[in-house]
């Protein structure tokens, strides 16, 4: 089979290969991405290859989920490395679409998430995301019609909006969730964990002990009311401005009051200097 990786920037052009392979039989796996790749994103493709013949991965950073305020110039943009990256783990295409490829001139369209994305968690806090998020899923779902599609638990809020956008939409895709990878020390990969400064990298590990702290202390039967402040304070004893520290029903996202309701997840976000960073662990 060819596995030559092509980098495509237009939607004729996508069209095309992806004729070529629905006319072979071949089934088609997507993994969307705003670029600047690490391991974690390298993980998502390993499971996708595994789960389909042919493997497209999108790179666009996209401006609808960004506010004025947030940091979409500023986003880290390493497209040859991450095209280099693709190669290497046997990428079959890169959909790299321009922005106007994305949303033209006169573009109208919004789609308005609910259920998971009006839980209170980061839609409190980014209000504008999910949209952004939802319109530009759908596109890509529908520019590239894959079989599966797979989306990272880091994001495990998104990943409960896209797997209700997909079945509400009725597109005919299966989404698959695939678990966080960490650096050695515990801190989840992100392409955000680029702008910390050397005392926040050292510190940043701090969500993921402290998740992992409280989830073994929930399992244990300890109050979960109490577990949450005594972590959401020693996440700001390390210096983060905390966002939210919940246990929330995992499937649902809807608050648990005991150990009880499960299964549980528990999730974080916070800001440490101009550093945004979310992490979530299964109790
Ligand atoms: P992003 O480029 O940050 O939009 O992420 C693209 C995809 O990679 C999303 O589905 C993320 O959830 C996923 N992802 C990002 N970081 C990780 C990680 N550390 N482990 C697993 N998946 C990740």
Not at 235 to 257: C, M, P, S, W
């Amino acid at each position: 089979m060819d596995r030559r990786l092509r980098v495509v920037r237009t939607l004729p052009a996508l069209r095309r290969a992806l004729a070529r392979w629905h006319d072979a039989g071949e089934t088609i796996a997507l993994v969307p991405t705003m670029g600047a790749l690490h391991e974690g994103h390298l993980s998502l493709v390993r499971l996708a290859r595994r789960r389909a013949r042919r493997v497209i991965v999108s790179i666009f950073v996209n401006p609808a989920q960004f506010a004025p305020n947030e940091d979409f110039a500023s986003y880290p943009r390493t497209f040859d490395a991450d095209v280099a990256a693709l190669a290497e783990a046997g990428v079959d295409l890169i959909w790299a679409p321009p922005g106007e490829a994305m949303y033209g001139s006169g573009f109208a369209t919004r789609i308005v998430p609910e259920g998971p994305a009006k839980v209170g968690l980061e839609d409190a806090f980014r209000p504008h995301f999910f949209g952004g998020v939802a319109i530009v899923v759908a596109k890509l779902l529908i520019q590239c019609a894959p079989d599966v599609a797979v989306f990272g638990e880091k994001d495990f809020q998104q990943l409960k909006v896209i797997t209700r956008l997909a079945a509400d939409l009725d597109l005919p895709v299966k989404i698959i969730g695939a678990p966080i990878v960490r650096e050695a020390d515990g801190l989840a990969m992100s392409s955000r964990n680029a702008y910390l400064s050397p005392p926040e990298r050292a510190v940043a590990p701090t969500l993921y002990r402290v998740l992992s702290e409280c989830g073994a202390a929930i399992a244990r039967g300890e109050r979960i009311a109490r577990v949450l402040d005594e972590g959401g304070a020693a996440i700001e004893g390390a210096g983060f401005q905390l966002d939210y520290l919940e246990a929330r029903h995992a499937d649902t996202l809807q608050k648990v009051e005991t150990a009880a309701d499960d299964p549980l997840r528990l999730l974080v976000a916070a800001r440490i200097g101009r550093t945004r960073l979310i992490d979530n662990v299964a109790v």
